[in-house]
């Protein structure tokens, strides 16, 4: 029998719009179904309709049934974690479920040891980073064993590492017997273990196999290695980093590559950090930190989950203070913040209201808005959006309507907290030309970030946070001595001698 069953399935919200198309599908015992699109487009909507009890309000045509137990992972970190004690908030699930209390505590200390979070057992959560949030909340889901797990975006606040110890054990409940539904953008890790991949496009939801995946005209999460197999002309069928390998070789001597250029930058020092120290609780996090940012700079701050990222921007902003140090911020000059939860970016009913109040506040004429949007295209989808609440938004669209946000009122110096976490693969190539667009007029950015693709691609500089100090490099050298992209890793065993080839092709010849 079926775990998850869905029959001419469409759903349509209060404001007429329909996000979900006579979709049919089943899933079996153990099946991955990956859900891919752009923001907006429905995917969020479909994982709370299979949840009943947490399903958006709107019209319902066709049917969903679960046949077992089911847990939903919602994408936004902070409505996952209710209590102040981190191991209240991992039991809680299974005290909710009526589990008795030794398999409670048993199971507990296993999950923790297993997800390698043991350290955060009796932290507070209001101390945790966002990566470190996400992890307690797959950890309490894992403990109650469901018949069908679903996914909201969970790899989108972990680091590298974190992100393969999550695929690692997502894989492990699935092998038991577990049907898992994820949304996610991030694909490298997951594509090739889905059996069933589900295509949201242009209004239209499409079902694939990876037998007939070619077949889409259009997959917005490929990865990039992926993607670079299409432009030379290969064919893939088991979409794994092995096979994207093997054909590059066998066409290794045909392919021409053009390098990315070497951003330049300098000028005046917009932002100066000197012997920052700061600690939670007498807890150190970061040790006689310092850090500059130059004019024109695009500066990404690395490092694991809860290493101090989200806190040394907290310090830049004055959100927090610093036990010893200083922090000089050039004259005449304020910045611009993104937080990690694009939430708390608003402040009115509606994107309109919100937009025009910042405006008005900042002395920005109204028609600076017009202007963006034809500027900037990515943000042209929004416009539609401009009466709704900030709260009735995708995740993704919310993101995007807080960096436009930022963007509008034109803060010289802008400090990004994970601006890229929730974005499909197109809004994030984008948001890399705006950002490097901004740059060139003199505009000054500190970005905090896990992607290395987002990295390589906008980077001037890169600074490594560990154990509270900043080793600062420039991009061509962080890479790929510290770090690798998607593409790297699959192109170093080909090996193909330059490490930028994204704007490949086959000689004529070929």
Same mark, same amino acid.
């Given at each position: ?88 908030? =991992? !039991? /809680?699930?299974?005290? *909710?479920?009526? +589990?008795?209390?030794? $398999? ?8 923790? #040891? ?83 991949? =589900? !295509? /949201?496009?242009?209004? *239209?939801?499409? +079902?694939?196999?990876? $037998? ?8 917005? #999460? ?92 907290? +310090? ?106 929730? +974005? ?87």
């Amino acid at each position: 029998m079926s775990v998850l069953d869905v029959n001419d399935f469409t759903f349509t919200y209060k404001n007429g719009k329909t996000v979900l198309h006579q979709l049919s599908l089943s899933l079996e015992k153990g099946q991955m179904l990956l859900l891919c699109g752009k923001n907006g487009c429905g995917k969020s909507t479909l994982l709370r309709c299979i949840k009943e009890d947490v399903a958006p309000k709107g019209k319902k045509e066709g049917t969903i049934a679960v046949n077992g137990g089911c847990q939903i992972l919602f994408q936004d970190c902070d409505k996952n974690v209710i209590f102040r004690s981190a191991y209240e908030d =991992l !039991i /809680f699930p299974a005290c *909710n479920a009526g +589990l008795p209390e030794e $398999e409670i505590t048993r199971k507990a200390d296993e999950i923790l #040891n297993l997800f390698g979070i043991a350290h955060l057992k009796h932290r507070d959560t209001s101390t945790l980073s966002g990566g470190e949030k996400q992890l307690l909340s797959l950890a309490s889901i894992f403990i109650l064993e469901p018949d069908l797990l679903l996914l909201d975006e969970p790899l989108s606040q972990l680091d590298e590492e974190a992100k393969k110890i999550f695929t690692e054990k997502l894989l492990l409940i699935k092998n038991n017997g577990t049907a898992i539904v994820i949304a996610e953008h991030h694909t490298d890790m997951l594509l090739e273990n889905s059996e069933k991949i =589900l !295509i /949201f496009d242009n209004g *239209n939801n499409t +079902l694939y196999t990876k $037998e007939n995946l070619c077949d889409s005209p259009a997959f917005p #999460n490929f990865p990039e290695y992926v993607a670079l197999e299409h432009k030379l002309g290969l064919q893939p069928h088991t979409f794994t980093k092995q096979e994207a390998v093997s054909g590059l070789r066998a066409i290794k001597e045909q392919i021409h590559s053009t390098p990315l250029p070497v951003f330049s930058h300098g000028g005046h020092t917009r932002i100066a950090c000197r012997d920052i120290a700061f600690s939670y609780d007498s807890t150190p996090v970061l040790n006689h930190l310092s850090f500059t940012l130059q004019e024109g700079e695009i500066a990404f701050i690395c490092g694991k989950n809860g290493v101090g990222k989200s806190t040394f921007i907290h +310090l830049i902003c004055s959100f927090l203070k610093p036990e010893a140090g200083t922090v000089q911020i050039e004259n005449g000059y304020t910045l611009g913040y993104l937080a990690q939860n694009p939430v708390y970016s608003f402040l009115k009913d509606s994107l309109l209201e919100d937009y025009r109040y910042v405006m008005q506040k900042n002395h920005c004429d109204e028609s600076r808005m017009e202007q963006m949007f034809a500027r900037y295209p990515v943000f042209a989808d929004l416009k539609p959006l401009l009466g709704q609440n900030p709260l009735d938004l995708s995740g993704g669209e919310r993101a995007k309507a807080a960096l436009f946000k930022l963007i509008l009122i034109g803060k010289r110096i802008m400090l990004l907290d994970e601006p890229e976490k929730h +974005l499909d693969k197109n809004s994030i190539e984008e948001l890399s030309f705006i950002l490097k667009d901004l740059a060139q007029k003199e505009f000054s950015f500190v970005i905090v970030s896990h992607s290395p693709d987002f990295i390589y691609n906008t980077a001037h500089t890169v600074s490594l946070m560990e154990e509270g100090k900043l080793t600062k490099y420039e991009r061509d050298v962080y890479f790929p001595q510290y770090a690798e992209t998607s593409l790297y890793s699959v192109v170093k065993e080909v090996p193909i001698e330059v490490f930028d080839v994204k704007e490949a092709e086959v000689k004529a010849d070929g």
